[in-house]
């Protein structure tokens, strides 16, 4: 006799990002205050892990955290400060992600103690993929201090590292405890950093907001000039695009095939591990965006006058739309990488094209021709000039 129990149960998550600057200045409770939440009364044992990077160009930053930690002692309780290698260096196996878990260890962090991931988009990847795995998940606290990490990579729901050749092949979805971006620490980044991040603003404009993409193409000069405020106003609308579509989009987890926030990324994926990484994130989303919309519009979707409006502004804010690190590698080789983003989704292969500035469409083909015409036009382009 075939029995069963079947039952639905509904877990509500709060997706919090807020924004501050000095995040560990002496007046500052920000940090303090909101770890303390919805917790025992004991203060809250911390562990920090920073990126190498930033702690290099913030040489009192160790300091400055455990200067700030004991200035809340009723709120936190600092345990240590672990220093891990900054960019895809930390993702590229499981050794920091053991790092991290055995600093968890070995300092007693429990589910009711937080870690702080502080640096760019892959640390906070790795670690919060080594906190999901400990104690079957500690909290995470994302301090994210790169422009792609605070207007994109940190504020989604994901972590995870690099596996078997593939990009984050190994990871889990967790909602982070809060997201806080401190701007004061785009001020230390590299020029090519800065611009890299943008990618993900024009991305989000693309497929979901027109304005905001006139706004990019105003303000184009601006934010490659290293313009504060312009750059402060792009995270903020670029974030909260992409905290609109996480909370309501309907996939938070994605489960499904379409993954409209992966619009340019099924080649830049494919690109960033045949150059080893030697192109950042944000570069090689540049250009499979502009692949992207090149396709869009030698398959009908747009007209060239649209195609030539995002490309020019991709330039304007500082991207070589084909790099010399991408010229060696064979038409063929990109085109794996849309088997590999059908793995990764499963079901469907789901590309996401544009139909207009603004306006997206799924598909499940793509024809191989049309992407080696794209590939050749980028190719043999000649940049224009600057818009606006």
Known sequence: MEQRIVKKFQVSYQHRLMFTENIFGPDNSLLADTLAENTAK?????????????????????EEIRVYCGAFPDQITHTETLIVPGGEASKRTDAHVNQVVDAIERNGICRHSTVIALGGGAVIDMTGYAA?????????LRLPTTVLAQNDAAVGVKNGI?????????????????????????????????????????KVALIKDRTFFEWLEENASALASRNMEAMNQLIYRCAELHMDHIADGGDPFESGSSRPLDFGHWAAHK????????????????????LDVVYSQLSGRIGIVERDRILAVLEALGFNLNPPELQKF???????????????????????????????????????????????????????????
Do not use: C
Not at 55 to 62: F, H, I, R, T, V
């Open 162 to 202: 690099n596996a078997y050749g593939k990009k984050n092949f190994l990871g889990t979805f967790a909602v982070p405890q809060a997201i806080i971006n401190d701007s004061r620490f785009l001020t230390s980044l590299e020029t090519r950093d800065w611009v890299a991040g943008t990618a993900e603003a024009v």
């Open 42 to 62: 004991l203060p809250v044992k911390l562990l920090f892990v920073v990126d190498s990077g930033v702690a290099a160009a913030w040489e009192n930053l160790a």
């Open 330 to 388: 064979p038409p063929e080789e990109v085109l794996n990488g849309l088997t590999e983003f059908q793995e990764h989704l499963g079901g469907l292969l789901t590309i996401t094209l544009l139909k207009g500035i603004g306006e997206k469409e799924d598909v499940h083909e793509m024809d191989r021709t049309l992407i080696r015409e794209a590939l050749d036009y980028l190719s043999a382009r000649v940049p224009t000039q600057s818009p606006g």
């Open 132 to 140: 999901a795995i400990a104690h079957r998940g500690v909290r995470v």
């Open 271 to 290: 690109w960033e591990h045949l150059t080893d990484y030697s192109l950042r994130h944000g570069e090689a989303v540049a250009v499979g965006m502009a």
